[in-house]
């Protein structure tokens, strides 16, 4: 199978073309590049060929012999996504629907979204299912929801599309995000042995690894077209709720010396525990291998292999938010978030 992957150059992008290519299919990559400059380690042995290309430039020729669209490329995460809410809006909600009628267009059969459980919000009645109310608290979140409602209209008999509403990513990749919780606070344990929370680590969230993310994708372009048809699954296993609080925990537990303290309360209302029952029961060769204790001592694993150091932890590269606020300060993004021309 011939499958379109876009942003191949980001923390899940760079992990899943090898899954892909190593099961026999052909694998083509798109990506803008913004973040180019962070690599902490040699971790594919496989790459594949990625088009340097906005997805608001995505064309009809681009997509010739496509079979399979896996769409990941938005501006990522809550931070960046209120940065310039309106780009944001643009390039998630916009782009990401134009893509999906575009690849209706040209025959590609299957769509399989990165979507989120952010979308749930503040959740209170017990673990929330792909039935549940959607509650967006952020420009990003609400842009996966505007995504999903506008895509779905567009499935018949010749194009499928799939939304994965992942978990928040955690564990190793070469283009490293320390500006997700798990992988943040391990940063934090390694360079400074400290885990100083400004709150008090109650609400809920649910963890997933970015590996297991991304054997969900395979899954779900491999899955007879029934099961996966206009389809939401909430990616992630129902055992990988946990609050903030266990987190910081478990990663003091495994980073030895590392010293943990809690505020007393918090900024962020943001709170909702997850049921992942369909995705396990339904998606045929899904289920995670990981938990929060394995993903934080691959971290300690990993930065003591290459020896890293607050330099590189606190560098740009790795936080989508500071290297798009250097990007727009040097100029070489404009105001609509495409590269400057020289």
Same mark, same amino acid.
């Given at each position: 199978?011939?499958?379109?992957? &876009?942003?191949?150059?980001?923390?899940?992008?760079?992990?899943?073309?090898?899954?892909?290519?190593?099961?026999?299919?052909?694998?083509?990559?798109?990506?803008?590049?913004?973040?180019?400059?962070?690599?902490?380690?040699?971790?594919?042995?496989?790459?594949?060929?990625?088009?340097?290309?906005?997805?608001?430039?995505?064309?009809?020729?681009?997509?010739?012999?496509?079979?399979?669209?896996?769409?990941?490329?938005?501006?990522?995460?809550?931070?960046?996504?209120?940065?310039?809410?309106?780009?944001?809006?643009?390039?998630?909600?916009?782009?990401?629907?134009?893509?999906?009628?575009?690849?209706?267009?040209?025959?590609?059969?299957?769509?399989?979204?990165?979507?989120?459980?952010?979308?749930?919000?503040?959740?209170?009645?017990?673990?929330?299912?792909?039935?549940?109310?959607?509650?967006?608290?952020?420009?990003?979140?609400?842009?996966?929801?505007?995504?999903?409602?506008?895509?779905?209209?567009?499935?018949?008999?010749?194009?499928?599309?799939?939304?994965?509403?992942?978990?928040?990513?955690?564990?190793?990749?070469?283009?490293?995000?320390?500006?997700?919780?798990?992988?943040?606070?391990?940063?934090?344990?390694?360079? &400074?042995?400290?885990?100083?929370?400004?709150?008090?680590?109650?609400?809920?969230?649910?963890?997933?690894?970015?590996?297991?993310?991304?054997?969900?994708?395979?899954?779900?372009?491999? *899955?007879?077209?029934?099961?996966?048809?206009?389809?939401?699954?909430?990616?992630?296993?129902?055992?990988?709720?946990?609050?903030?609080?266990?987190?910081?925990?478990?990663? *003091?537990?495994?980073?030895?010396?590392?010293?943990?303290?809690?505020?007393?309360?918090?900024?962020?209302?943001?709170?909702?525990?997850?049921?992942?029952?369909?995705?396990? &029961?339904?998606?045929?060769?899904f289920k995670c291998d990981w938990n929060a204790q394995k993903g934080a001592q691959q971290l300690y694993d990993l930065f003591s292999q290459i020896d890293m150091t607050e330099d590189v932890f606190q560098s740009r590269g790795f936080t989508r938010l500071k290297q798009l606020e250097y990007l727009i300060r040097t100029q070489q993004i404009d105001k609509d978030f495409f590269w400057a021309k020289k």
């Amino acid at each position: 199978m011939k499958v379109l992957i &876009t942003g191949t150059e980001g923390y899940l992008g760079s992990l899943l073309p090898s899954l892909f290519i190593e099961r026999g299919h052909e694998v083509i990559g798109v990506d803008t590049g913004y973040y180019k400059v962070g690599w902490l380690y040699n971790g594919t042995e496989v790459t594949a060929k990625t088009l340097n290309k906005d997805i608001r430039h995505i064309s009809s020729e681009d997509l010739q012999g496509v079979e399979a669209i896996v769409h990941m490329a938005e501006l990522s995460n809550d931070p960046a996504g209120q940065l310039a809410p309106n780009i944001t809006y643009d390039i998630n909600h916009k782009g990401s629907v134009r893509l999906a009628k575009l690849a209706k267009e040209a025959g590609v059969r299957r769509f399989v979204y990165m979507s989120s459980c952010s979308v749930y919000g503040v959740a209170t009645d017990g673990d929330v299912t792909e039935e549940s109310p959607v509650n967006p608290q952020t420009a990003y979140a609400e842009c996966k929801t505007l995504v999903e409602r506008d895509v779905a209209p567009l499935a018949d008999d010749d194009f499928s599309p799939t939304f994965m509403r992942n978990a928040t990513a955690f564990g190793a990749s070469p283009r490293m995000r320390f500006d997700i919780v798990l992988n943040n606070l391990s940063g934090l344990a390694w360079t &400074t042995k400290e885990i100083k929370m400004t709150s008090d680590g109650t609400p809920w969230r649910p963890l997933v690894h970015a590996l297991d993310i991304c054997k969900a994708i395979v899954c779900a372009v491999e *899955a007879p077209r029934d099961i996966v048809h206009n389809q939401i699954f909430n990616v992630g296993d129902t055992s990988n709720n946990y609050r903030v609080k266990e987190i910081a925990e478990i990663i *003091a537990d495994i980073f030895v010396g590392c010293k943990l303290s809690f505020g007393e309360n918090g900024a962020d209302n943001r709170s909702y525990r997850v049921s992942f029952e369909k995705i396990n &029961t339904l998606l045929p060769g899904f289920k995670c291998d990981w938990n929060a204790q394995k993903g934080a001592q691959q971290l300690y694993d990993l930065f003591s292999q290459i020896d890293m150091t607050e330099d590189v932890f606190q560098s740009r590269g790795f936080t989508r938010l500071k290297q798009l606020e250097y990007l727009i300060r040097t100029q070489q993004i404009d105001k609509d978030f495409f590269w400057a021309k020289k």
